[in-house]
């Protein structure tokens, strides 16, 4: 059962546009973001990038807590992943996330001040489909 789940969040992953990002705002009150998706080398990990001016940056320094979910509304199919946030803004990290193309949004390239990386370390997460809940920690689907 746990292989199915594996595969299905992995496909969700690869064929969803877009992950929702949500967050405590630093009033305390939760926002949900849409955010790209970038890396996904496994499920103990989502990787995210933004720009360090963005309000979500000083809200997630301030409460690290955070969720990610990715969804396929046709199929009635999600998966979410719950952890602590990091703000990445060593240039490894800012480097193995960078993409052609983000120049538009981050003229000065990889060392762009106002670039970072968002990395979830995921403590648990469910999944959903056919009426179906299953909820795991990542250790419980790695291959």
Not at 31 to 47: C, D, F, N, P, S
Not at 79 to 85: I, S, Y
Not at 111 to 119: E, T
């Amino acid at each position: 059962m746990m292989q199915e789940v594996f595969d299905a969040i992995w496909k969700l992953r690869r064929e969803s546009n877009a992950a929702f990002l949500s967050y405590i705002d630093e009033n305390g009150y939760p926002e949900t973001r849409a955010m790209l998706i970038l890396e996904h080398e496994h499920i103990h990990t989502q990787y995210l990038s933004t720009n360090t001016s963005s309000g979500k940056v000083p809200a997630l320094l301030k409460n690290p807590k955070a969720s990610i979910y990715y969804c396929d509304p046709d199929h009635f199919q999600g998966a979410l992943f719950v952890g602590d946030m990091e703000v990445c803004t060593d240039a490894d990290t800012k480097a193995f996330l960078w993409r052609n193309g983000f120049e538009k949004y981050y003229p000065l390239g990889v060392s762009d001040p106002d670039y970072c990386v968002l990395k979830l370390t995921v403590k648990q997460g469910s999944h959903y489909h056919g009426l179906y809940n299953t909820h795991f920690k990542p250790d419980d689907l790695e291959k």
